[in-house]
T-cell receptor
Framework: DSGVTQTPKHLITATGQRVTLRCSPR?????VYWYQQSLDQGLQFLIQ???????AKGNILERFSAQQFPDLHSELNLSSLELGDSALYFC????????????FGPGTRLTVL | DQQVKQNSPSLSVQEGRISILNCDYT??????FLWYKKYPAEGPTFLIS?????DKNEDGRFTVFLNKSAKHLSLHIVPSQPGDSAVYFC???????????FGKGTRLSVIA
């Protein structure tokens, strides 16, 4: 158990809908990262927050947005969902923002029908 | 355009033998490399890392080798154990505070 929690574990929805994925970092970790793993793909970095502020942005679609709240939990919002958005979404956290200190959650599996 | 490539989707090795997982990269600005291990239904877990100032880093049964001129790194596991069966991801970054770029992973099966 990495100490990073993600909810829900599974999510099934329809095209055009909007969903919210939630991540609670390890206690004391200030930085949260979001990744997407599509079928047969490696993990694609989406976005990083550090203590509530956006720190780095990857290949995140405009239909996707994220935020980190004062209690340091983070939410990833996916809207106007398409079939191709079906993937595993991982959240990771680290204390200082160093990549070698990242601890990953178990992921949320999103299925868009 | 994949900056980090793991060209072998799968690898099968007998218990007790050496497992060698390979990774190639194209971005010459990468200076920090990591290997992650992933079991089904779990998130990736950090295994071992190496910075570009080194060519080898060891941690128990795991050794990572870096060949900067060839833009190639490899992970050696010796001896391999059935519990090592997992998907291994290679990742790289331009610094310890910049985002990671992952390969697609190699599924290792260690056969008893």
């Amino acid at each position: 158990d990495s100490g990073v929690t993600q909810t829900p574990k599974h999510l099934i929805t329809a095209t055009g809908q909007r969903v919210t994925l939630r991540c609670s970092p390890r206690s004391g970790d200030l930085s949260v990262y979001w990744y997407q793993q599509s079928l047969d793909q490696g993990l694609q970095f989406l976005i990083q927050y550090y203590n509530g502020e956006e720190r780095a942005k990857g290949n995140i679609l405009e239909r996707f947005s994220a935020q980190q709240f004062p209690d340091l939990h983070s939410e990833l919002n996916l809207s106007s969902l398409e079939l191709g958005d079906s993937a595993l979404y991982f959240c990771a956290s680290s204390q200082s923002g160093r990549i070698d200190e990242q601890f990953f959650g178990p992921g949320t599996r999103l299925t868009v029908l | 355009d994949q900056q980090v490539k793991q060209n072998s989707p799968s690898l099968s090795v007998q218990e007790g033998r050496i497992s060698i997982l390979n990774c190639d990269y194209t971005n010459s600005m990468f200076d920090y490399f990591l290997w992650y291990k992933k079991y089904p239904a779990e998130g990736p877990t950090f295994l071992i890392s190496i910075s570009s100032i080194k060519d080898k880093n060891e941690d128990g049964r795991f050794t990572v080798f870096l060949n900067k001129s060839a833009k190639h790194l490899s992970l050696h596991i010796v001896p391999s154990q059935p519990g090592d069966s997992a998907v291994y991801f290679c990742a790289a970054s331009e610094g310890r505070n910049t985002p990671l770029v992952f390969g697609k992973g190699t599924r290792l099966s260690v056969i008893a």
